[in-house]
């Protein structure tokens, strides 16, 4: 687990590329993609400028709603979310919240729902295919 609870991986690819590569794999396992979020856009909106960023809205109903019955407060945290963001030094990086770290933070006791191990086992691979040449 991270101990702030932000795993970053650099991406070998692009920024459309990663963000293209998180979706596909998404869908693929049919994972529903709640929102997309582009801050760069609302910053240009705004008249500032934001190198690109791209917030994504994901999850499964039937796992994270475990973890909401068991602390509401969890919910603050799902759906699980993907921010993919071009750094200072123009890397393309895609960070998320670690599940065991949402599950800290809402004081689940262990042993931990076994979503939470479903979860992580996801995220790791759907930001590995996203990330990877």
Do not use: C, E
């Not at 993919?84 to 599950?103: C, R, T, V």
């Not at 076994?114 to 990877?132: I, N």
């Amino acid at each position: 687990m991270a101990t702030d609870g932000l795993v970053t991986l650099r991406s070998a690819n692009d920024f459309k590329t990663t963000l293209d590569r998180l979706l596909q794999v998404l869908k693929a396992k049919g994972v529903t993609v709640f929102a997309q979020i582009d801050h760069a856009a609302g910053a240009a909106g705004a008249g500032l400028a934001l190198r690109p960023t791209m917030l994504v809205l994901f999850g499964n109903p039937a796992a994270g709603t475990h973890l909401m019955q068991t602390a509401q407060t969890a919910s603050i945290d799902l759906p699980l979310k993907a921010l993919i963001w071009q750094g200072a030094d123009d890397a393309i990086n895609l960070s998320y919240n670690d599940p065991a770290w949402i599950a800290q933070r809402h004081k689940l006791a262990p042993p931990l729902p076994p979503q939470v191990a479903s979860m992580t086992v996801a995220l790791q691979a759907f930001a590995a295919q996203a990330t990877s040449a």
